[in-house]
């Protein structure tokens, strides 16, 4: 693949879908954070083609092109501009200062001015610290992926896969309860709970996807997927259930428990959702990209982790997983359905109706975090 095909093509279509996707969780806030003088689609081409000037110095300077996390990097760098600039902004609107001026005791006990910040500058740096998380999140994913994908599991160790995808697990549930608490309890908004609960969930299973492409033997399928459905239908019904709702409430769980059942019904529903979408890209890009022309370019499809036999055994047992997971998805709606009178679909067709709004930043996400599954496939050493 030549480079600037690369730079172009891939990258910078990664690059624009992001900065769209950031323009548009801005928002869901309420905030814009281009320049008005220059408008939102002149300042999104200024810092898509500052990436890409960047990556054309990273070719011509040093070998960090060849670097996935590298590129990765580039994009977390590129995304944080409207960041910063969106705070210079509120900085310079005054939002964060005083409603009224200071008297001398108040600027000699500073904590008497805690509480004198506006809520919607609070609110604002909640925001931020919710961006940068998530944000965060990806690069630390690829670097994770980058990693696995070099050292590899060890074939007659059968636990090996399940050290990788429950160590992941446990890193991306962390990052996504600290940004829930954040977003549903200091910003209060649920559009962005929504969009911030689907942005975990699929970088979560872009890199169990290709967890498949190291799987080395039947068993650790097996296992993989064995623990993966037991976890669906044992954890997300018991946590729907009364008992579970009163140990919340002892935690300080302020809501209602028609409110906890939705809340457990929504992230079930989008776990559903990014299952079927992440494997579903999976399997057709490694049909598509193992028999198209440009399969060397592809890491995966190296001889050395990947011929004939191991492909079709890849595909076939993808294929069987995803049925396993479907499966597995009936019988615990059908649970939710039958003990606890919920019903997964209509409280989420419901939900859209109410929130038109959210359906086009769910598809900016999703098309954001696939692109990475096609990223971290790419052969950078080939470039030319």
């Given at each position: ?16 879908i992001a900065l769209f996707m950031i323009s548009q969780y801005f928002h ?86 805690e509480n004198r910040l506006p809520s919607s500058y609070k609110r604002f ?260």
């Amino acid at each position: 693949i030549r480079f600037w095909f690369f730079l172009f093509f891939y990258y910078g279509f990664y690059n624009f879908i992001a900065l769209f996707m950031i323009s548009q969780y801005f928002h869901l806030y309420s905030l814009n954070w281009w320049p008005k003088t220059l408008g939102s689609n002149f300042s999104m081409f200024m810092l898509w083609s500052l990436s890409m000037i960047i990556g054309s110095i990273m070719y011509y300077t040093t070998e960090l092109y060849k670097s996935p996390t590298a590129w990765v990097l580039l994009t977390f760098c590129t995304l944080h501009l409207p960041l910063i600039y969106a705070f210079i902004s509120v900085r310079k609107e005054t939002r964060n200062s005083y409603r009224q001026s200071l008297s001398y005791a108040q600027k000699l006990f500073m904590y008497a001015t805690e509480n004198r910040l506006p809520s919607s500058y609070k609110r604002f740096l909640w925001f931020c610290a919710t961006f940068l998380l998530s944000l965060s999140a990806l690069v630390l994913g690829q670097a994770y992926a980058t990693y696995y994908t070099i050292h590899g599991p060890n074939k007659d160790i059968w636990w090996h896969p399940l050290i990788y995808n429950y160590s992941w697990t446990c890193i991306v549930f962390s990052l996504d309860a600290i940004s829930d608490y954040i977003v549903e309890f200091k910003i209060r908004s649920w559009a962005l709970t929504y969009t911030y609960r689907l942005y975990y969930s699929m970088i979560y299973f872009i890199f169990y996807r290709n967890l498949f492409f190291q799987l080395r033997s039947k068993t650790q399928f097996v296992v993989i997927q064995c623990a993966s459905s037991l976890w669906v239908m044992i954890n997300y019904p018991a946590r729907m259930s009364l008992t579970f709702f009163k140990i919340t409430q002892y935690f300080g769980n302020s809501r209602t428990y028609e409110n906890h059942c939705r809340n457990v019904g929504r992230s079930f529903f989008i776990r559903n959702l990014t299952e079927n979408v992440t494997m579903l890209a999976f399997l057709c890009w490694t049909n598509i990209l193992f028999y198209g022309a440009n399969f060397k370019f592809y890491k995966v499809f190296d001889n050395v982790y990947l011929d004939t036999e191991k492909h079709a055994f890849v595909s076939k047992s993808s294929v069987i997983i995803w049925i396993i997971e479907l499966l597995c998805s009936y019988i615990t709606r059908m649970l939710f359905k039958k003990v606890y009178n919920h019903s997964i679909t209509r409280e989420a067709v419901n939900d859209f109706n109410r929130y038109p709004e959210v359906i086009w930043v769910l598809m900016l996400v999703i098309i954001h975090v696939l692109q990475d599954m096609l990223f971290a496939l790419i052969k950078l050493e080939s470039l030319k």
